[in-house]
């Protein structure tokens, strides 16, 4: 029985591991190359943020300038489909610091986003209101 639980500790070591190395490669700067979501990754590897609260976010829960964003919403799937509503707690409703990495992705994503809005042809003081991120 000891053999079980120590073979079965080490399999999950490993798998952490292997984790670890792959979240490690979603923060190299190559990675953006890849033409990926790069900043959604690069904000939940970095945050913690749960998949709905990721999902949930729009440009106006994110400051650039003071480095922070707002979690106010989550996406949830319902009978109907996709739904997006509030988090459960107060605690899930939180103002979370980002990392300069997770930031220049961010300013990078917002920056692409712009430029693809511009050539579908919506006004520049409109554009941002009106991107997911």
């Known amino acids: 029985m000891s053999n079980i639980r120590r073979t079965h500790h080490v399999a999950s070591v490993d798998r952490d591991a292997r984790s670890r ?6 923060l190299e700067p190559e990675f953006s190359q890849r033409g990926l979501r790069q900043a959604l990754y690069v904000v939940a590897i970095t945050t913690g943020l749960r998949q709905g ?3 949930g976010l729009k440009w106006d829960d994110v400051d650039l300038e003071a480095g922070t964003l707002q979690v106010r919403r989550t996406l949830t799937t ?3 489909g996709p739904v997006l509503s509030t988090p459960k707690t107060k605690g899930s409703r939180r ?3 980002l990392s300069q990495k997770a930031l220049r992705a961010l ?3 917002l920056e692409r986003q712009m430029v693809e809005a511009r ?3 919506l006004s ?4 941002r209101s009106h991107l997911r991120l």
């Open 124 to 127: 520049v003081a409109r554009e």
């Open 21 to 26: 190395i792959r979240a490690h490669e979603f």
């Open 119 to 121: 050539q579908g042809g």
């Open 78 to 80: 319902a009978k109907g």
């Open 53 to 55: 609260e990721l999902l």
């Open 107 to 109: 300013r990078s994503h």
């Open 95 to 97: 103002t979370v610091k």
